[in-house]
């Protein structure tokens, strides 16, 4: 099994789906849930230790894994935790299939705390260059240590790791969207490229050009 991924990728603001065929990973976490259904052969698995073969599986947000082997096409979504709860993507598991209108119809949760929004709407409109955690607390009224409380409880991430996170994404999108892998990562804030890449390996384990090269990607609005 190579490390290549290819078929297709159907990106929203908050979740991404793939259809394809899977590449092996190195040993990583991300903050996304990750739910696999693979219809045609299973996926097996290192999980947290475990090595686990299956046809569906869940792994939740922040949880140790690799990808050993696959046969055939696998579905992968990657949900965000702030938007999906993990409930009802577990659920999913006794659909026969995964499909985009299946998430469609997904539950998506709201934000409760405005202190919460504005740091956060704060922090993506400055991605493309450094992210101040004092700025963020000044936007949300809060003190440095409360935002870190704040992020830590309601989102499951100290700042500086949601940042790293939220770059990622953006530089995933720039660089689908047709972007040099040199012009995501500065698009993103990440110093150069190969910031950008060990960032990929670290959270998907894989490298940016094996995961995206050969990924037909539909940007979703």
Not at 186 to 202: I, L, N, V
Request: net charge neutral; glycine share 8%; charged share 20%.
């Amino acid at each position: 099994m190579s490390t290549e991924w290819s078929g297709r990728l159907w990106l929203g603001r908050d979740y991404g789906l793939i259809h394809g065929e899977l590449g092996r990973t190195a040993p990583h976490a991300h903050y996304a849930h990750q739910l696999l259904f693979a219809p045609g052969g299973p996926v097996t698995v290192s999980l947290d230790g475990r090595v686990i073969t299956a046809h569906r599986l869940f792994i939740p947000s922040r949880q140790p894994h690799a990808i050993l082997d696959a046969e055939g096409d696998v579905w992968v979504l990657y949900a965000e935790p702030i938007v999906f709860a993990a409930e009802p993507l577990q659920a999913l598991l006794a659909n026969d299939e995964l499909s985009l209108a299946t998430l469609q119809h997904l539950p998506r949760r709201r934000l409760d705390d405005p202190r919460l929004e504005r740091a956060l709407t704060t922090l993506d409109h400055h991605l493309s260059g450094k992210v101040s955690a004092q700025a963020l607390a000044e936007a949300a009224h809060l003190s440095l240590s409360q935002l870190e409380r704040l992020f830590t409880h309601q989102l499951g991430m100290p700042v500086r790791r949601l940042v790293l996170w939220r770059r990622l994404r953006v530089a995933v999108q720039l660089a689908l969207a047709g972007n040099t892998l040199t012009e995501a990562a500065h698009g993103a804030g990440f110093a150069d490229s190969a910031h950008f890449s060990r960032t990929m390996k670290q959270l998907f384990g894989v490298t940016a050009g094996a995961s995206l090269r050969q990924l037909d990607v539909q940007c979703l609005t």
